[in-house]
């Protein structure tokens, strides 16, 4: 009867580098926190100046340009490690 080829295993190889995310820019923390910032004082202009500033003319369209502010600053904040 034949006999079977004996198996060899491989030697042992480390994992390759870590696949961990890199950490963020240096820009990337203030201008998330300046953002946010940038939106709450617009939102309080438009309210202390009844819509007619930071932008005159458009009303209270200012408040959306403050949420939408925010909302950039808390979209990067999903992305900060």
Do not use: D, H, Q
Not at 1 to 11: D, N, Y
Not at 12 to 36: D, G, H, I, Q, R
């Amino acid at each position: 009867m034949p006999e079977s080829k004996s198996r060899k295993k491989a030697s042992y190889t480390p994992p390759s580098e870590s696949k961990a995310p890199k950490p963020n820019a240096p820009w990337f923390v203030p201008t998330m926190l300046s953002l946010m910032g940038a939106g709450l004082v617009w939102i309080v202009a438009t309210y202390v100046f009844k819509g007619e500033y930071p932008i005159p003319g458009i009303g209270n369209a200012n408040l959306i340009v403050g949420f939408v502010l925010i909302l950039v600053g808390f979209g990067m904040m999903t992305r900060w490690r």
